[in-house]
T-cell receptor, first 115, second 109 residues
Framework: GAVVSQHPSWVICKSGTSVKIECRSL??????MFWYRQFPKQSLMLMAT?????????EQGVEKDKFLINHASLTLSTLTVTSAHPEDSSFYIC???????????FGPGTRLTVT | DAKTTQPTSMDCAEGRAANLPCNHS???????VYWYRQIHSQGPQYIIH???NNETNEMASLIITEDRKSSTLILPHATLRDTAVYYC??????????FGKGTLLTVNP
């Protein structure tokens, strides 16, 4: 149980284009989903928290107009990187949690490379 | 938020117990101690968590000192697949996880 998937697992895009990353909770309904970013040899940094049906809450320093998050259902959240630039190249990881538990379950991550 | 301190790296022989320490001297009464690990280029994996009492599951044991200022994660029989970065995190009711640098555990054959 508690499986979270991400799609795609890796993507290469050209500078200026937009990329959408999907995060799905496969066997449970996720009240809350989180998006993280991890640069090489660094730790995970929380970007935003999303609750189903409401606007995402972004961490300080994260541009909400650049990183669009939609949490339209209890099993799906999407992160769209708009007008991507090479500095947005990173490992993006989502996590999900049930309403009744504290722990988060993480997806396998999406490697984004912007050329 | 309260911070945790972990050694940067540790080595362990395959088949032996791996004991990973974590200091959290400024922990608040409502903060849980959570452990996650991240194998290279994968998403973090939940291991175990506790508040006051020691906990054990199929993966590991968590020993929390009586004053809650430190804890130890124990992998009873480490295997090569346990090589990963282990994160000790304090979790509050806002459910946000703040990842530090963690401990790189290398299990050697």
């Amino acid at each position: 149980g508690a499986v979270v998937s991400q799609h795609p697992s890796w993507v290469i895009c050209k500078s200026g284009t937009s990329v959408k990353i999907e995060c799905r909770s496969l066997d449970f309904q996720a009240t809350t989903m989180f998006w993280y970013r991890q640069f090489p040899k660094q730790s995970l940094m929380l970007m935003a928290t999303s609750n189903e049906g409401s606007k995402a809450t972004y961490e300080q320093g994260v541009e909400k107009d650049k990183f669009l998050i939609n949490h339209a259902s209890l099993t799906l959240s999407t992160l769209t990187v708009t007008s991507a630039h090479p500095e947005d190249s990173s490992f993006y990881i989502c996590s999900a949690r049930l309403d009744t538990i504290y722990e988060q379950y993480f997806g396998p991550g999406t490697r984004l490379t912007v050329t | 938020d309260a911070k945790t301190t972990q050694p940067t790296s540790m080595d362990c022989a395959e088949g032996r117990a791996a004991n990973l320490p974590c200091n959290h001297s400024t922990i608040s009464g409502n903060e849980y101690v959570y452990w996650y690990r991240q194998i290279h280029s994968q998403g973090p994996q939940y291991i175990i968590h506790g508040l006051k009492n020691n906990e054990t599951n199929e993966m590991a044991s968590l020993i929390i000192t009586e004053d809650r200022k430190s804890s130890t994660l124990i992998l009873p029989h480490a295997t090569l697949r346990d090589t990963a970065v282990y994160y000790c995190i304090l979790l509050r009711s806002n459910y946000k996880l703040t990842f530090g640098k963690g401990t790189l555990l290398t299990v050697n054959p």
